[in-house]
């Protein structure tokens, strides 16, 4: 009897075979899946939306704008986001609105506002500070109080 050595050998893992522990499977089509992805998408383009509706309503304020209804007249088309939610050359949409449609923004002027006085409180005259007869009619005044 002739003796063999016997040898032991792993075997190679066989790349197209996939192993459900380490390799990651493709979903199956779920329709809960999809209803969620739509619902998803619905509500990503819904506020979009709002975003898009309220930055043009800051820069409309910001441009002098009278009645905001006025944005109802942007082409959706011209209006873009930034990544940064932001609406991209949103002041040249204002300027050319505002020349397209002057009536709607205020009219620009050439003045500037000045700050208003400060105030003081009301303080009653001394004696000393009134003439005669404003003295005369304050004495009036207080003795017919008494």
Do not use: N
Not at 10 to 30: G, H, K, L
Not at 43 to 56: D, F, G, K, V, Y
Not at 76 to 98: H, N, Q, S
Not at 126 to 134: D, L
Request: glycine share 4%; proline share 10%.
């Amino acid at each position: 009897m002739t003796h063999q050595p016997t040898t032991t050998t792993t075997p190679i893992p066989d790349p197209t075979v996939s192993d459900p522990y380490t390799q990651p499977t493709a979903p199956a089509e779920d329709p809960r899946v999809a209803a969620l992805e739509r619902k998803l998408q619905e509500q990503t383009l819904a506020h979009q939306s709002r975003l898009t509706q309220a930055e043009l309503k800051l820069h409309a304020v910001r441009a002098g704008m009278i009645d905001l209804d006025g944005l109802k007249l942007v082409d959706p088309g011209r209006v873009r986001l930034t990544d940064k939610g932001e609406i991209d050359g949103a002041d040249r949409l204002m300027a050319d609105l505002r020349r397209e449609k002057p009536w709607l923004f205020h009219h620009a002027t050439t003045s500037t506002p000045g700050a208003a006085p400060p105030s003081t409180p009301p303080s009653a005259k001394s004696a000393q500070q009134m003439s005669h007869a404003e003295w005369q009619a304050a004495r009036t005044a207080l003795l017919k109080r008494r």
